[in-house]
């Protein structure tokens, strides 16, 4: 299942030029990505304070195909996910304008809040993001 977040492009968000400034582009992912979960009922913070698990970023592949201006209006699509016993990995797509703007590609991993070390996906999370890897 595809999730998708619409956003506006602030001064905040750009460079000198005018234009989305990288890094931001892992602050509209990683707030997506939460969207999604919550969309999906299964929200982060049920996660920690139900099970003691977070979920980490173990890798992220950014390929920026096209600028993003001041004030653009984005829409940011996250899914699929891919779930492994205690990983996900999931795709995001940036568009404006119906036009692909990037990509990401996020692994991450779930690990006990307490001590760090992976933990096992609860079986909620498994089958509100598709059930992959049961």
């Known amino acids: 299942m595809t999730y998708r977040l619409k956003l506006r492009v602030y001064y905040e ?9 990288h890094a931001r582009y ?3 992912a ?4 939460t969207e999604a979960l919550r969309q999906a ?7 920690v304070t139900d099970y003691g698990l ?9 390929d920026y195909l096209r600028p993003v201006r001041l004030d653009a209006e ?3 699509e996250t899914g699929p996910w891919a779930l ?18 990037g990509r990401l590609s996020a692994g991450l991993a779930c690990i006990r809040a307490a001590d760090g070390r992976p ?12 059930g992959a890897g049961h």
């Open 13 to 21: 968000d750009t460079d000198a030029g005018g234009i989305v400034y």
């Open 26 to 28: 892992l602050a509209f």
């Open 30 to 33: 990683e707030r997506a990505r």
């Open 41 to 47: 009922g299964v929200p982060h913070d049920e996660l």
């Open 54 to 62: 977070i979920f980490v970023v173990r890798r992220i592949k950014m």
């Open 74 to 76: 984005m829409v940011v």
């Open 84 to 101: 492994g016993g205690a990983t996900v990995d999931v795709q995001q797509r940036f568009v404006v304008a119906e036009q692909e703007t």
């Open 119 to 130: 933990a096992r996906i609860p079986h909620r999370w498994r089958d509100a993001l598709g």
